[in-house]
């Protein structure tokens, strides 16, 4: 066995951080790195981001739901920033449950976001733990929120006056999670204006889940893949028909007045 010495030790732990695959999954990552274009309706050009090591990937399931085309990167962290970089997307998604690497993608999603584009994002690290870029503070305030605390374990949401909340629409007013991962989301301060979902039955500033910068950001400090199928298939679907203003054929006419309420 070869024995390193304590300088190139420190060396090793000096290294930059993109040298090292830090992973918030408990074991191996169970998908398959790559990239795979669905073919579908091409009015909005789509890219997607996840990383869900168990596989479920509801975003996934939500767009092939709604018949739409989209470019996905599995746990291509790398692969998934270039892209968005090129500025050929009109729709970012970022399903984050996993790699801390994603990080360095927030500053050019921001800039994207600034050039007119829009996007979703669910991620487990607002408090930026591991965020090497230091962008994801910007990215929090672009929404006009702030990190207030950590969770051990995914919390149980509530959609905050979720009948009449377009993000909510046809959930339960609450879904529990699974504690799949080691770094389950965060509270968030936030306005109540453009605060629709934590923590608690009611509105209460350090315990924001979700949030919104109209019209152009969805931004969720949870893990999505850890709560119930149904309802997070329809969270997706919801929020994607929402900022890409393509209705469903069912409750076409409510979301057209939902749009037009909150757009």
Known sequence: ???????????????????????NAPGDLGGTVGTVIHEGSTRT???????DYQGYDYVIQALNGLGLAYTAYYSDYAGFEAAVATGAYDLILVNHDNWYELSYAWD?????????????ITTFDCDGSNDYSGYMSALLAYAGHTWSYD??????????NHIANPWWAGMSAS????DAYMDDGDGLHGAAATSFAGSTPAYSEPDVMMNIHPCDLILACWCADEYPAAEAILWWTNCITWITVNPSPVGDGTWGAIKALYR
């Open 1 to 23: 066995m070869r024995l390193v010495s304590i300088g190139a030790f420190m060396v090793l732990l000096l290294a930059a951080p993109a040298a090292f695959a830090v992973s």
């Open 45 to 51: 050009a789509i890219v997607v981001y996840t990383d």
């Open 108 to 120: 050019t999603i921001l800039a994207e976001l600034n050039a007119g584009k829009t996007a979703i």
């Open 151 to 160: 969770w051990g374990s995914p919390p149980t949401i509530y959609g905050w």
């Open 175 to 178: 879904i529990s999670g699974t």
